[in-house]
Nanobody, 125 residues
């Protein structure tokens, strides 16, 4: 099991940027596919971005394409989400997640097995 702790969420104005971090412990994330999801009040958890376990491929929801970048630093055992040109509709709790080691995931949150507690991102207009 991988323990995940997100940080970096805060209140930001529309058009601003944030970088979210997800620190992992318990296992090295270099063997795990990783992803970011978000959940706004009254809405279901939705896919934001994911990265394969070898870091070779990244995938994004249409809402974040061109604005968000997922990356991983295996030496620091940390996953990142760089978010630029933020919009009020990006307001949500952001969660990082890990899938099973050496496997693939999809945008379906059920393909991820371990989750962090979330970090709040609020974008003001």
């Amino acid at each position: 099991q991988v323990q995940l702790v997100e940080s970096g969420g805060e209140l930001v104005q529309a058009g601003g940027s944030l970088r979210l971090s997800c620190a992992a412990s318990g296992r090295t994330i270099s063997r795990y596919p990783m992803g970011w999801f978000r959940q706004a009040p009254g809405k279901e958890r939705e896919f934001v971005a994911r990265i394969t376990w070898n870091g070779g491929n990244t995938y994004y929801a249409d809402s974040g394409k061109g604005r968000f970048t997922i990356s991983r630093d295996n030496a620091k055992n940390t996953l990142y989400l760089q978010m630029n040109f933020l919009k009020p509709e990006d307001t949500a709790v952001y969660y990082c997640a890990a899938g099973r080691e050496y496997t693939s995931t999809t945008s379906n949150p059920r393909t991820f097995t371990d989750w962090g507690q979330g970090t709040q991102v609020t974008v003001s207009s």
